[in-house]
């Protein structure tokens, strides 16, 4: 066993072949590595690369995919190269644009909890740092893992308030052109739909709604349909939501779209006719959807 410390609270162990982090000598994790091919001449997309999760999405991964491309690295390499990044990164007072969202927040959650006066002190700030950021999976990432209930209520209004105003900026910037093309972009929509809902269903924002003051008629039209559908067979219960206040929310959003939009009534008559079928997912059959949408357009 080969063990190199980080410090009192974070060490790195190479056992059995494998790299262990550890954290208050209790095992935390095994390491996994992203392996990126960087080209030799970066293109101007590349050049303003802001951390490494981003760094993943724009470079290549197919080190990564079975059957494209192997490459044999050392697990002892693996081991230093793991060691090498985990003390910049700690040097850099936990700077968690240094590493992956999905190492970098969990690590700090520990070492907050294991009393890392540093990671205490940083967590708060790099968490809201990383919502501005205007990133989607690591956004996805904070919210889905329940980042934001390690804040008090006046760290969550703030946050929250940022994080508004930046999907409302992603959002004009990309749901325009994806709602072109509903088919093609289907999962793109349904990604931003859901970080709307999660946060209006868990934390009674009511984002949704504001939507619609950001396009013109016809663009908005066509995205209370799509939304209909998808409220309609969203399984709620992965949102952890009690069905009372799912049922409340959806209620509301349908006088809404009543009020604004009589002429939508059409196919919500359609929607309510059954001729979707109620135990048929949106999810899992999202081309069904996307077929019976169009066909009331």
């Known amino acids: 066993m080969v063990k190199y410390t980080i410090n009192k609270y974070l060490d790195l162990r190479f056992e059995k072949g494998k790299t262990n982090i550890y954290i208050d000598n209790k095992l ?14 970066l293109d101007e997309n590349l050049i303003d690369i802001k951390s490494i999760d981003e760094a993943v999405e724009k470079l290549d991964r197919s080190f990564e995919i079975p059957g494209i491309r192997t ?15 985990l003390q910049a990164w700690h040097e850099n007072n936990y700077n968690t644009c240094l590493i992956h969202s999905n190492l970098a927040f969990p690590l700090l959650r520990e070492l907050t909890k294991a009393g890392d006066l540093i990671a205490k002190l940083v967590f708060k700030e790099e968490m809201a740092k990383r919502f501005e950021c205007k990133n989607l999976n690591v956004i996805q990432f904070l919210l889905y893992n329940d980042y934001l209930d390690d804040l008090n209520k006046e760290e969550l209004d703030i946050v929250l308030k940022h994080l508004k105003a930046n999907l409302f900026e992603i959002i004009k910037k990309q749901l325009g052109e994806l709602m072109k093309s509903i088919v093609t972009n ?3 929509i349904k990604e931003i739909i859901d970080l709307l809902l999660f946060i209006d269903l868990k934390y009674n924002k009511n984002l949704i709604f504001s939507i619609f003051n950001n396009f013109n008629k016809n ?6 349909r799509f939304l209909i559908l998808y409220l309609n067979y969203k399984e709620f219960v992965e949102y952890r939501i009690p069905y009372g206040r799912f049922f409340v929310y959806f209620e509301k959003f349908l006088d809404f779209i009543y009020d604004k939009y009589p002429e939508i009534k ?3 008559k359609i ?8 135990a048929i997912s949106l999810d899992e059959k999202y081309s069904y959807g996307a077929v019976s949408y169009y066909s009331s357009m």
């Open 186 to 188: 289907y999962r793109k």
């Open 28 to 41: 935390f994790m095994h390491c996994k590595y992203i392996l990126l091919n960087i080209p030799k001449d």
């Open 71 to 85: 490459i044999n690295i050392n697990p002892k390499v693996q081991f230093w190269a793991h060691c090498s990044n």
């Open 271 to 278: 929607v309510d006719s059954g001729f979707l079928s109620g």
């Open 266 to 268: 059409e196919f919500l």
């Open 219 to 224: 663009l908005n039209i066509h995205f209370a």
